[in-house]
């Protein structure tokens, strides 16, 4: 019965990826099974990975699923996808945009006046980074100087992880702090500017903001394993376990959080997805099913950020590739237990997607951060640049 559960369950998945057995098995790329592998062995719980470039498609995972057991991750698991939300949502409001239903660089205090904005921050400045709202989830500075937001780590936020926050509650909790800049004078990364994005597309619509993705985005694009979970701490089977590990007093304890309401980060972060929607969805939308020609340009103009070779654009960063290698498109996301990267070439006919688990490595956030960032590196590093090392400056995880 085992060995039949085994076959069932590789059929399925060589079903899911549409690849053909030996490369779901990564017998033909051995070079990314073992970058995987390595990124396990660095302290991640488990890792999958979806390629496809000019020589296919290939899947494969590392790690375990959960942590005291063998069975390796799902190739065809659901995950968190963190801030990888935010280019959903940003297409969203870019579609919107092509409607007539919202002007790109108009006031949004024009279609949300409940909450008193400054009328200088426009539609542009939420999706690019640049309206200076304080980000609900804190704000650190480069002195050093921390200003906190909700809990969003500790013990305070394992113990209150099942709590519900409104999207309006965050947003108030944002402006009822001192903004980080005046409207469109800088860039900084906040939480706050997608839940306004959310709430702004529910105001000119009319309808909830799940069923608005799943009306112009997940059905059309036929994302059958993309979840908008709004309050629900549930995630889909099949799924890796995710976990978080943190300092409590001079303790270390490590606690499954596979199971948490994502509703503290909204569409700052909330959604579930897989692999596979994640590669239909940036090469779909990189591809042009989703927005027209002049809107996707926008999309992808970076605006310079503190990261040298990376700017945002729209719900994307740019990244620079170095000489004569052009740029790729992307945006990661991690927040305790999970990360997730997608990446993609302007014209979305290379992509990779993976999912990262973490498991129980006594690590400060600091250091998960350090460890992200290596093993995105050491992707992109073997699906873009041949397996030459490249720049080490990426996009931080998702706060």
């Given at each position: 019965m085992a060995e039949m559960a085994r076959k069932i369950t590789a059929a399925l998945d060589a079903a899911d990826s549409g690849a053909l057995p030996k490369a779901a098995a990564g017998q033909d790329r051995p070079e990314l099974q073992t970058a995987i592998q390595e990124i396990v062995d660095s302290g991640f719980a488990g890792v999958q990975l979806r390629v496809h470039d000019a020589r296919g498609e290939w899947v494969g995972s590392a790690g375990v699923r959960e942590l005291g057991e063998t069975?390796?991750?799902?190739?065809?698991?659901?995950?968190?996808?963190?801030?990888?939300?935010k280019t959903f949502t940003a297409t969203l409001v870019l579609q919107l945009v092509a409607d007539g239903k919202i002007g790109l660089d108009s006031p949004v205090a024009d279609d949300l006046p409940e909450f008193g904005l400054d009328r200088r921050i426009t539609v542009r400045m939420l999706l690019q980074h640049t309206s200076g709202l304080f980000n609900f989830t804190g704000e650190y500075y480069p002195d050093g100087t921390v200003v906190p937001g909700i809990p969003w780590q500790g013990q305070e936020w394992v113990d209150n992880r099942f709590k519900t926050y409104r999207p309006q509650e965050l947003v108030e909790l944002a402006l009822s702090k001192p903004a980080r800049f005046e409207p469109g004078t800088d860039w900084s990364y906040s939480n706050t500017n997608y839940v306004l994005a959310r709430l702004l597309v529910e105001k000119v619509t009319g309808r909830s903001f799940p069923e608005e993705m799943q009306r112009r985005i997940l059905r059309p694009l036929g994302l059958s394993g993309?979840?908008?979970?709004?309050?629900?701490?549930?995630?889909?089977?099949?799924?890796?376990?995710?976990?978080?590990?943190?300092?409590?007093?001079?303790?270390?304890?490590?606690?499954?959080?596979?199971?948490?309401?994502?509703?503290?980060?909204s569409t700052g972060g909330d959604m579930i997805s897989t692999t596979r929607d994640l590669h239909l969805f940036i090469s779909g939308?990189?591809?042009?099913?989703?927005?027209?020609?002049?809107?996707?340009?926008?999309?992808?103009?970076?605006?310079?950020?503190?990261?040298?070779?990376?700017?945002?654009?729209?719900?994307?960063?740019?990244?620079?590739?170095?000489?004569?290698?052009?740029?790729?498109?992307?945006?990661?996301?991690?927040?305790?237990?999970?990360?997730?990267?997608?990446?993609?070439?302007?014209?979305?006919?290379?992509?990779?997607?993976?999912?990262?688990?973490?498991?129980?490595?006594?690590?400060?956030?600091?250091?998960?951060?350090?460890?992200?960032?290596?093993?995105?590196?050491?992707?992109?590093?073997?699906?873009?640049?041949?397996?030459?090392a490249g720049s080490d400056d990426e996009a931080e995880p998702a706060r």
């Open positions: 069975a390796k991750p799902p190739t065809n698991g659901h995950f968190r996808v963190a801030s990888i939300t993309t979840v908008v979970p709004e309050a629900s701490p549930e995630i889909p089977e099949p799924h890796a376990h995710g976990y978080y590990t943190y300092q409590d007093a001079a303790q270390w304890k490590t606690v499954d959080i596979t199971r948490m309401n994502p509703s503290w980060v939308l990189m591809g042009g099913k989703l927005l027209p020609a002049p809107l996707l340009a926008e999309m992808c103009e970076p605006h310079p950020t503190p990261l040298p070779t990376m700017g945002y654009g729209l719900g994307v960063f740019v990244q620079d590739m170095g000489p004569n290698r052009g740029t790729l498109i992307t945006h990661n996301g991690g927040f305790a237990g999970w990360a997730a990267l997608m990446y993609s070439t302007p014209d979305g006919g290379k992509t990779l997607t993976a999912s990262l688990t973490t498991g129980d490595a006594a690590l400060e956030f600091a250091e998960w951060a350090a460890a992200f960032q290596k093993a995105q590196q050491r992707l992109v590093d073997e699906v873009f640049r041949g397996g030459q």
